[in-house]
């Protein structure tokens, strides 16, 4: 969303680019792109919907545009940036930031042998144990739907896969990404607690703002980490 990508477009001093000659035209997508400690940064967002001009999210659109993204500019890493809930169960606090270890969807439900696991579609994150440890990170699994709600179904999934952090993205950028075979890391700011004593949209509108400035705290530092190394770096030794 705009509202999680600015604070880090201005943290980072980056600006707006011209993305015609690499995107298909009329996409409402952005891109912001400069230079932090030797890597080219480029962050890109969805974008409003033509139709309704609210923020393009979900599953969808974040597939659509990591695969876009990752064949035009081939980056060397991806970093998945985002707000999600938490699960007060699992130690989850308002803005705190966890890298994912996992990702699998909750709402694609297929009750026919083999397809019911691909439904689920677990990836798993690279390890990044050095990465967590170093900057004294959280970290869990990530559980990714395209409603901002919570089914029993739903819940029933999530506690089946012992998932920490419930998003509307993660595993459609974490499929885009293992398509293209590019490594990624995934970065959740928590703007509401799933199981806490709030509405979810009353606590997740109340804590956009303070999610987006922890990304924007923890982002640069990640970069600057990941600078100079490979994938083999990040892992606990």
């Given at each position: 969303?705009?509202?999680?990508?600015?604070?880090?477009?201005?943290?980072?001093?980056?600006?707006?680019?011209?993305?015609?000659?690499?995107?298909?035209?009329?996409?409402?997508?952005?891109?912001?792109?400069?230079?932090?400690?030797?890597?080219?940064?480029?962050?890109?967002?969805?974008?409003?919907?033509?139709?309704?001009?609210?923020?393009?999210?979900?599953?969808?659109?974040?597939?659509?545009?990591?695969?876009?993204?990752?064949?035009?500019?081939?980056?060397?890493?991806?970093?998945?940036?985002?707000?999600?809930?938490?699960?007060?169960?699992?130690?989850?606090?308002?803005?705190?930031?966890?890298?994912?270890?996992?990702?699998?969807n909750r709402d694609r439900r297929i009750p026919i042998p083999v397809f019911d696991k691909y439904g689920i579609g677990t990836i798993e994150a690279i390890p990044?144990?050095?990465?967590?440890?170093?900057?004294?990170?959280?970290?869990?699994?990530?559980?990714?739907?395209?409603?901002?709600?919570?089914?029993?179904?739903?819940?029933?999934?999530?506690?089946?896969?012992?998932?920490?952090?419930?998003?509307?993205?993660?595993?459609?950028?974490?499929?885009?990404?293992?398509?293209?075979?590019?490594?990624?890391?995934?970065?959740?700011?928590?703007?509401?607690?799933?199981?806490?004593?709030?509405?979810?949209?009353?606590?997740?509108?109340?804590?956009?703002?303070?999610?987006?400035?922890?990304?924007?705290?923890?982002?640069?530092?990640?970069?600057?980490?990941?600078?100079?190394?490979?994938?083999?770096?990040?892992?606990?030794?």
């Amino acid at each position: 969303m705009q509202a999680e990508a600015l604070p880090l477009v201005e943290a980072l001093d980056l600006v707006e680019d011209d993305l015609s000659a690499i995107f298909p035209g009329g996409v409402p997508w952005k891109n912001y792109s400069g230079e932090l400690d030797g890597l080219n940064v480029h962050i890109v967002v969805p974008g409003k919907d033509k139709a309704l001009g609210v923020d393009s999210v979900g599953t969808v659109p974040s597939f659509l545009l990591t695969y876009a993204t990752g064949v035009a500019l081939q980056p060397n890493l991806i970093i998945n940036a985002g707000t999600a809930g938490g699960f007060q169960a699992k130690g989850a606090n308002i803005g705190d930031v966890y890298v994912a270890t996992e990702f699998a969807n909750r709402d694609r439900r297929i009750p026919i042998p083999v397809f019911d696991k691909y439904g689920i579609g677990t990836i798993e994150a690279i390890p990044t144990g050095n990465l967590i440890k170093d900057l004294d990170l959280k970290e869990g699994k990530v559980s990714t739907g395209n409603s901002l709600d919570m089914t029993l179904q739903d819940e029933e999934h999530i506690k089946a896969n012992d998932a920490t952090v419930k998003d509307m993205e993660g595993a459609g950028v974490a499929y885009a990404a293992n398509l293209l075979a590019i490594p990624m890391i995934s970065l959740k700011a928590i703007t509401d607690i799933v199981d806490g004593t709030k509405p979810t949209v009353e606590e997740f509108l109340e804590n956009m703002s303070t999610a987006a400035s922890a990304l924007s705290r923890t982002v640069p530092p990640v970069l600057k980490y990941v600078s100079g190394k490979n994938v083999a770096d990040l892992v606990c030794s």
